[in-house]
């Protein structure tokens, strides 16, 4: 006995209890890590809540004040007062013309003006074709202004028993009629004839095909080969799809309002022989598809 207990045979129950103790204490560590783990995970989450929190107070009290805060540094202040219109390029429309028909007055802030609204106003003037508005700070508003063009005046026909306040208007190439200003000179442009005045409206693009076709024509006209035997300081609407013009020697061509570029090409031909044959053009009717009427002076 005294052997065994000096060998250390024998000690087989408190070698389970040691393990058993060790099991224990391990289990208690064990949750005592989890509570702790937990614990910093609700912490985590509580500091989470709480910036997010915090960031939208400040967002709130953020945006309460940002209004008075642009408005103190820009909408109020007086280095961005309007103080000068920069206006391009030169043009007819006088600058008076044009800034109030902006609505916009020296003295307002640069930053508050709505630019869209400029333009828009601008725009409404009948001799106006494109605006663009942009501000140069601090104290410029630039305006480039497109103004019409006129390519020809047109000559309306009053409607029976009715006299023409305006006899003669303006109008540009894309047909929008302009009305001279009060006592001006008229440019010399070619003139167009045979308008009822009923479709004559100022600042208004016509609608009528048969005008819309005379004004191709007094594009395409100085262009081709046959310009030299045409006299385009006038011309005059016949009829729906038929428009008259004369030659340099008083001669009548009558043109359709349709297929312009082929007519070209036709008189040409009737003129190669007119010239070859020693003859002058008197009329040439070039309205008919086929059998072109022709007559020569000589």
């Known amino acids: 006995m005294k052997w065994a207990k000096l060998t250390g045979i024998g000690k087989g129950k408190p070698r389970a209890r040691s393990r058993r103790a060790r099991h224990v204490l391990a289990a208690k560590m064990s949750a005592r890590g989890s509570r702790q783990v937990m614990g910093q995970r609700v912490g985590v989450m509580l500091l989470l809540v709480g910036t997010i929190l915090s960031l939208l107070v400040i967002g709130m009290i953020t945006s ?35 800034v109030a028909a902006s609505g916009v007055r020296i003295g307002q802030n640069l930053l508050q003006l709505s630019l869209d609204e400029v333009r828009d106003s601008i725009q409404k003037l009948p001799t106006v074709a494109s605006v663009r508005v942009e501000r140069r700070l601090p104290d410029t508003l630039y305006l480039f202004i497109e103004e019409r063009r006129p ?15 305006q006899p003669m208007y303006y109008i540009d190439s894309r047909g929008f009629v302009l009305k001279p200003k009060p006592g001006e000179k008229l440019i010399s442009l070619p003139t167009i004839r045979g308008v009822s005045s009923d479709e004559v409206v ?5 609608a009528n095909p048969d005008l819309r076709a005379a004004l191709v024509f007094l594009r395409e006209a100085p ?26 020697r008083g001669g009548k061509i009558r043109f359709r309002t349709s297929y312009l570029l ?12 007119a010239e070859s044959k020693g003859r002058i053009v008197n009329t040439v009717d070039l309205t008919p598809e086929r059998n072109v009427p022709v007559t020569f002076v000589n």
């Open 223 to 248: 262009l081709a080969p046959v310009r030299d035997g045409l006299d385009c300081s006038g011309l005059v609407l016949e009829g729906p799809g038929r428009f008259l013009v004369s030659t340099p």
């Open 64 to 98: 309460a004040g940002m209004d008075k805060l642009l408005e103190k540094l820009l909408y109020r202040n007086s280095d961005f007062t309007l103080r000068r219109f920069q206006i391009e390029p030169a043009n007819k429309i006088g600058k008076g013309e044009l």
């Open 202 to 206: 100022e600042g208004e693009q016509t």
């Open 151 to 165: 390519v020809a005046l047109l000559c309306p026909t009053p409607t029976t028993g009715t006299q023409l306040a």
């Open 262 to 273: 082929e007519q070209f090409d036709r008189l040409g031909v009737i003129f190669d022989y």
